[in-house]
């Protein structure tokens, strides 16, 4: 069954430092990536997704994430994070089965100090 | 608002009774998902229709946990008899048939969510 693996509970960066949000995937068919996002008591907004083709994929708000097969792993970043980026952001897999369920990581937590 | 829609946004109940929850998707999507999300984790999913029919659901929906889409646009998630483990956030997405073709198949929109307290 796939998993999806977030290191990182919680981390903490200066407004304007760069980002980067881990994400580790077991799946044995090429993946469907993608982050969502959850600001406190909201649902989830897609922040970008990973289908095929070019590995490096860019999404709204200024991220991006590059998918690695070698490294199962498809992180997040952003250059320049802003104090309204935080929130809880969360890396999914897509069973491409029947269902195409989306199994999600635990999340990482996002603190952003001004 | 064409997005995903969710009613009650809050709903807190006392044990052993009986709460109900009303997703509308988008309406052009014929998939419709339940996913419920507790403190600190991410959503696991509960159960999948398409159109009409629910076609899987997750070992995490017990007895007490009942989803209908009768006429395959809104649907709704009931669970009877509450119990307190039963509090988390309830999502609901909806999304467009992997066989669309297009860049948006597998892409789930969410709501809102429910969150349910149950004292």
């Known amino acids: 069954a796939q998993s999806v693996t977030q290191p990182d509970i919680h981390i903490t960066v200066s407004e304007g430092a760069s980002l980067e949000l881990r994400c580790n995937y077991s799946?044995?068919?090429?993946?469907?990536l993608f982050w969502y996002v959850q600001s406190p008591g909201q649902g989830l907004q897609l922040l970008l997704k990973?289908?095929?083709?070019?590995?490096l994929v860019q999404g709204i708000k200024g991220f991006e994430a590059e998918f690695k097969r070698s490294q199962s792993s498809f992180n997040l970043r952003k250059p320049s994070v802003h104090w309204s980026d935080a929130a809880e952001y969360f890396c999914?897999?897509?069973?491409?089965?029947?269902?195409?369920?989306?199994?999600f990581g635990t999340g990482t937590r996002l603190q952003v100090t001004l | 608002d064409t997005g995903v829609s969710q009613d009650p946004r809050h709903k807190i109940t006392k044990r052993g009774q009986n709460v109900t929850f009303r997703c509308d998707p988008i309406?052009?999507?014929?998939?419709l998902y339940w996913y419920r999300q507790t403190l600190g984790q991410g959503p696991e999913f509960l159960t999948y229709?398409?159109?009409?029919?629910?076609?899987?659901k997750s070992r995490l929906l017990s007895d007490r946990f009942s989803a209908e889409r009768p006429k395959g646009s809104f649907s709704t998630l009931e669970i009877q008899r509450t119990e307190q483990g039963d509090s988390a956030m309830y999502l609901c997405?909806?999304?467009?048939?992997?066989?669309?073709?297009?860049?948006?198949?597998?892409?789930?929109?969410f709501g809102p969510g429910t969150r349910l307290t149950v004292l």
């Open positions: 799946y044995g068919a090429t993946p469907y």
């Open positions: 229709f398409q159109n009409e029919a629910q076609l899987e």
């Open positions: 990973y289908f095929s083709g070019d590995t």
């Open positions: 997405a909806s999304g467009q048939p992997e066989y669309s073709g297009t860049s948006g198949s597998n892409e789930q929109f």
């Open positions: 309406s052009e999507h014929n998939r």
């Open positions: 999914a897999v897509v069973n491409t089965g029947t269902a195409s369920k989306l199994t």
